[in-house]
């Protein structure tokens, strides 16, 4: 299981934070880094040079001060060499599980299983719009679970532009668009390494693998197929009606080839094996010998190395392939949060929280809910994750305080086009389309979907936490 | 792999596939600049090789010089009769030896005036004339697109006796190729060797792949005769080549150019190159 060593050595220091005009100083800096996260794509800066920013800014103000550890943050056993506190602030399991994971699942993506099993679909869809949207709905959700969100909503994104186009539906492209962005972050629900918010609140939380299935898997399957039901009523997305239409939609389909993105056959046949093995291994990492030792990150890196040695030659390709701005972003953050812990920011925000979870068990958890919803609408939800995973580690919450925040920071993202990065993946798909959809417009279409998936959240918790799933 | 790369893959993996349909055809036009007794003759030459390549019992024009004086007027007499298929022959109302080159602007106004496809012969005054009105054993299809282009394999199809070999050949002009990876290998952002050894292999795969299915659906109705010829290179030159290595009798191939009157460039080089073999030019 993962362990935050910033966190606890954060907390070590808590109480050396300054007086209360240093902590809104902090507070200041932590608003304008959200708020510039915000508006990334006005301000034309990737997120790691925003979050790395306001790193240099926040440990700069840290050392002026004088809340920073004193001299060295950590100091290696048995060694003289000593650590600068932005070392140990980072939570480098994060980083091996994403860096790992990410490597891997390049390594696998190119050997065409992701494409050939998004085609068959199509083919099995025989054309028909409705059966389509079912398909790339439920396609989504699971590659958002194996995969990660935006790699998910890149593949049956950019599948679902091609299949419409062929089948002469572009005027459907929108509603598939955005309902495959809604399902990214239903999907990015369903396991513990399904999205990065997962990772920082399951880790922190002390959540299981297979606990985390086991409580999220209910609700991904109502709530996949609420979004679905809505969306065909919604988007009035309907059925062939005759015999001529299904057979020219056949034929259509019928003109995918799924094995032409298939390089090797062997290679295709061992991917599969592949990420059946890590998936098994990631599931049961807790209970395996010597592995649970080393955790997550090390099988999601070992996975990567066995994948990689089928390009043994020219691995070069793949590490160029790697989102460094995401693993940058994410360093920088863990910088930044936990800075802001030194400060006393973090207790100052935890304060309010524990305000909302004076509300009592069920009404302070919805509350979280929907407040780490609304958050995650307007910002990015991985630093609220980090912080709201500090914050309730320290107050102490209920079991179930951890999963309407689970919920609620993955599912805000659904209320706006920069509520995640799969949605925002998802609108540039559809502006690559040269199809119009504004800010407002997203929100317009996308607050019942929102809404809906909210209210089934909050009951379920409820009702989970009522019969003691969680 | 990025937006980009999984959006190549699922573009590459549309690919065209064939489907047979038999061409319509109802009524042919016999094409000729002889008086009345000379057309008959020729009619009753050309008839048999007609009816054994498309259909028997068509209803069948003979239009003889007499009844048009200028392009315009043969263009609107073929209008008139809905034909299904002109027949004619090269160098019509022309003499040969003055228009070695040219396939004669009566022929040229055929090809590009109507949407009728025409069967070119040989010139009657020629030697070779009565050896090209036998029952073609080879027919070739010529293009340098052929994928998704099912009219033209329809027609090579149609005129191919079953017993007979279809030939498919898909030339992509090398020079053109080369040309652009020469601007290519000046952009220092792009892999050029990667670059110039992927779009060959792609430009080749795609109409080898659907020729694949032309065989595969031919086998069907047990034309099993079919041999694909996709390569790069001069295109003249390959289809010269091909012509007489595999003694081919009846070459189809397009001659429509959307952005232009005159017809389609390759289709008027191998109109005029090739002199002695019945053409099919749609």
């Given at each position: 299981m993962?362990?935050?060593?910033?966190t606890?050595?954060?907390?070590?220091?808590?109480?050396?934070?300054?007086?209360?005009?240093v902590?809104?100083?902090?507070l200041?800096?932590?608003?304008?880094?959200?708020?510039?996260?915000?508006?990334?794509?006005?301000?034309?800066?990737?997120?790691?040079?925003?979050?790395?920013?306001?790193?240099?800014?926040?440990?700069?103000?840290?050392?002026?001060?004088?809340?920073?550890?004193?001299?060295?943050?950590?100091?290696?056993?048995?060694?003289?060499?000593?650590?600068?506190?932005?070392?140990?602030?980072?939570?480098?399991?994060?980083?091996?599980?994403?860096?790992?994971?990410?490597?891997?699942?390049?390594?696998?993506?190119r050997?065409?299983?992701?494409?050939?099993?998004?085609?068959?679909?199509?083919?099995?869809?025989?054309?028909?719009?409705?059966?389509?949207?079912?398909?790339?709905?439920?396609?989504?959700?699971?590659?958002?679970?194996?995969?990660?969100?935006?790699?998910?909503?890149?593949?049956?994104?950019?599948?679902?532009?091609?299949?419409?186009s062929?089948?002469?539906?572009?005027?459907?492209?929108?509603?598939?668009?955005?309902t495959?962005?809604?399902?990214?972050?239903?999907?990015?629900?369903?396991?513990?390494?399904?999205?990065?918010?997962?990772?920082?609140?399951?880790?922190?939380?002390?959540?299981?693998?297979?606990?985390?299935?086991?409580?999220?898997?209910?609700?991904?399957?109502?709530?996949?197929?609420?979004?679905?039901?809505?969306?065909?009523?919604?988007?009035?997305?309907?059925?062939l009606?005759?015999?001529?239409?299904?057979?020219?939609?056949?034929?259509?389909?019928?003109?995918?080839?799924?094995?032409?993105?298939?390089?090797?056959?062997?290679f295709?046949?061992?991917?599969?094996?592949?990420?059946?093995?890590?998936?098994?291994v990631?599931?049961?990492?807790e209970?395996?010998?010597?592995?649970?030792?080393?955790?997550?990150?090390?099988?999601?890196?070992?996975?990567?190395?066995?994948?990689?040695?089928?390009?043994?030659?020219?691995?070069?390709?793949?590490?160029?392939?790697?989102?460094?701005d995401?693993?940058?972003?994410?360093?920088?953050?863990?910088?930044?949060?936990?800075?802001?812990?030194?400060?006393?920011?973090?207790?100052?925000?935890?304060d309010?929280?524990?305000?909302?979870?004076a509300?009592?068990?069920?009404g302070?958890?919805?509350?979280?809910?929907?407040?780490?919803?609304?958050?995650?609408?307007?910002?990015?939800?991985?630093?609220?994750?980090?912080?709201?995973?500090?914050?309730?580690t320290?107050?102490?919450?209920?079991n179930?305080?951890?999963?309407?925040?689970?919920?609620?920071?993955?599912?805000?993202?659904?209320?706006t086009?920069?509520?995640?990065?799969?949605t925002?993946?998802?609108?540039?798909?559809i502006?690559?389309?040269?199809?119009?959809?504004?800010?407002?417009?997203?929100?317009?279409?996308?607050?019942?979907?929102?809404i809906?998936?909210?209210?089934?959240a909050?009951?379920?918790?409820?009702?989970?936490?009522?019969?003691?799933?969680? | 792999?990025?937006?980009?790369?999984?959006?190549?893959?699922?573009?590459?993996?549309?690919?065209?596939?064939?489907?047979?349909?038999?061409?319509?055809?109802?009524?042919?036009v016999?094409?000729?600049?002889?008086?009345?007794?000379?057309?008959?003759?020729?009619?009753?030459?050309?008839?048999?090789?007609?009816?054994?390549?498309?259909?028997?019992?068509?209803?069948?024009?003979?239009?003889?010089?007499?009844?048009?004086?200028?392009?315009?007027?043969?263009?609107?007499?073929?209008?008139?009769?809905?034909?299904?298929?002109?027949?004619?022959?090269?160098?019509?109302?022309?003499?040969?030896?003055?228009?070695?080159?040219?396939?004669?602007?009566?022929?040229?106004?055929?090809?590009?005036?109507?949407?009728?496809?025409v069967?070119?012969?040989?010139?009657?005054?020629?030697?070779?004339?009565?050896?090209?009105?036998?029952?073609?054993?080879?027919?070739?299809?010529?293009?340098?697109?052929?994928?998704?282009?099912?009219?033209?394999?329809?027609w090579?199809?149609?005129?191919?006796p079953?017993?007979?070999?279809?030939?498919?050949?898909?030339?992509?002009?090398?020079?053109?190729?080369?040309?652009y990876?020469?601007?290519?290998?000046?952009?220092?952002?792009?892999?050029?060797?990667?670059?110039?050894?992927?779009?060959?292999?792609?430009?080749?795969?795609?109409?080898?792949y659907y020729?694949?299915?032309?065989?595969?659906?031919?086998?069907?109705?047990?034309?099993?005769?079919v041999?694909?010829?996709?390569?790069?290179?001069?295109?003249?030159?390959?289809?010269?080549?091909?012509?007489?290595?595999?003694?081919?009798?009846l070459?189809?191939?397009?001659?429509k150019?959307?952005?232009?009157?005159?017809?389609?460039?390759?289709?008027?080089?191998?109109?005029?190159?090739?002199?002695?073999?019945?053409?099919?030019?749609?």
């Amino acid at each position: 299981m993962l362990s935050f060593h910033a966190t606890s050595l954060a907390n070590a220091s808590a109480g050396s934070a300054g007086g209360s005009h240093v902590k809104f100083i902090f507070l200041g800096v932590l608003i304008a880094m959200i708020a510039a996260l915000a508006l990334e794509e006005k301000i034309h800066a990737k997120k790691s040079m925003i979050t790395g920013f306001f790193a240099v800014i926040a440990l700069l103000l840290g050392a002026m001060f004088d809340i920073l550890p004193k001299g060295a943050a950590l100091t290696l056993p048995g060694s003289n060499h000593a650590l600068p506190v932005y070392i140990p602030a980072i939570e480098w399991e994060v980083i091996a599980i994403i860096l790992g994971s990410s490597l891997f699942i390049d390594v696998v993506s190119r050997s065409g299983i992701f494409t050939w099993t998004a085609i068959k679909l199509t083919k099995v869809s025989g054309g028909d719009p409705r059966k389509l949207l079912i398909y790339y709905s439920v396609l989504t959700v699971v590659f958002s679970a194996v995969l990660n969100n935006v790699t998910a909503m890149i593949i049956v994104g950019s599948l679902t532009a091609v299949s419409l186009s062929k089948l002469e539906r572009k005027d459907l492209l929108l509603p598939f668009l955005l309902t495959e962005g809604f399902m990214t972050n239903i999907g990015g629900l369903l396991t513990l390494i399904s999205s990065v918010p997962n990772i920082i609140l399951g880790s922190m939380a002390g959540i299981s693998f297979i606990k985390f299935f086991v409580v999220a898997a209910p609700y991904v399957i109502v709530a996949t197929a609420a979004t679905i039901w809505l969306a065909t009523r919604l988007f009035g997305i309907k059925g062939l009606t005759t015999d001529d239409e299904r057979a020219a939609a056949k034929e259509l389909v019928a003109s995918f080839d799924e094995n032409d993105g298939i390089a090797s056959q062997s290679f295709f046949t061992l991917s599969w094996f592949l990420l059946g093995a890590f998936i098994c291994v990631i599931a049961t990492t807790e209970w395996l010998p010597y592995i649970r030792q080393l955790g997550m990150g090390y099988v999601a890196m070992g996975f990567a190395i066995i994948a990689l040695l089928r390009y043994k030659h020219e691995v070069d390709k793949n590490y160029a392939a790697i989102d460094w701005d995401l693993l940058a972003f994410f360093a920088y953050l863990f910088v930044v949060i936990n800075v802001m812990e030194h400060a006393g920011v973090l207790a100052l925000i935890g304060d309010g929280i524990k305000q909302l979870l004076a509300l009592g068990q069920i009404g302070g958890g919805v509350a979280l809910l929907w407040s780490s919803a609304a958050a995650s609408s307007l910002t990015d939800n991985v630093p609220l994750a980090a912080v709201m995973g500090n914050i309730l580690t320290t107050a102490g919450p209920h079991n179930s305080d951890w999963w309407f925040t689970i919920f609620g920071t993955n599912l805000g993202g659904n209320f706006t086009p920069i509520g995640s990065a799969s949605t925002v993946v998802a609108v540039s798909i559809i502006h690559r389309n040269d199809l119009k959809l504004n800010f407002g417009t997203f929100v317009i279409k996308a607050l019942p979907f929102a809404i809906a998936q909210l209210i089934l959240a909050t009951g379920y918790v409820i009702l989970a936490d009522a019969i003691g799933l969680i | 792999m990025k937006l980009d790369d999984f959006e190549a893959v699922f573009r590459s993996s549309v690919k065209d596939r064939f489907h047979y349909e038999e061409p319509e055809v109802s009524g042919v036009v016999l094409v000729t600049d002889m008086d009345p007794d000379g057309a008959q003759a020729l009619e009753d030459k050309v008839k048999p090789y007609v009816e054994d390549l498309v259909v028997d019992d068509l209803e069948w024009r003979t239009v003889a010089g007499p009844e048009y004086a200028n392009v315009p007027e043969l263009v609107g007499l073929v209008g008139n009769h809905a034909a299904g298929l002109i027949v004619t022959y090269r160098h019509i109302n022309g003499a040969i030896k003055s228009l070695p080159h040219s396939l004669g602007s009566y022929v040229d106004s055929l090809t590009q005036a109507t949407n009728v496809p025409v069967l070119l012969l040989p010139s009657p005054e020629s030697e070779h004339f009565d050896a090209t009105l036998q029952r073609p054993r080879k027919v070739l299809v010529v293009t340098d697109h052929i994928q998704g282009d099912d009219r033209l394999v329809n027609w090579g199809v149609f005129v191919c006796p079953d017993e007979g070999e279809l030939l498919l050949a898909h030339v992509e002009d090398d020079e053109t190729y080369a040309r652009y990876m020469e601007i290519i290998g000046m952009i220092p952002d792009i892999d050029t060797a990667t670059f110039v050894e992927r779009v060959r292999a792609k430009l080749l795969e795609r109409p080898a792949y659907y020729i694949n299915t032309i065989a595969e659906t031919l086998r069907e109705k047990n034309q099993e005769r079919v041999t694909p010829i996709v390569t790069m290179g001069h295109a003249l030159s390959h289809y010269k080549k091909i012509i007489s290595e595999h003694n081919i009798d009846l070459i189809v191939l397009n001659t429509k150019d959307d952005n232009q009157l005159a017809m389609h460039g390759m289709a008027y080089a191998i109109s005029v190159e090739i002199q002695y073999c019945p053409l099919l030019l749609l």
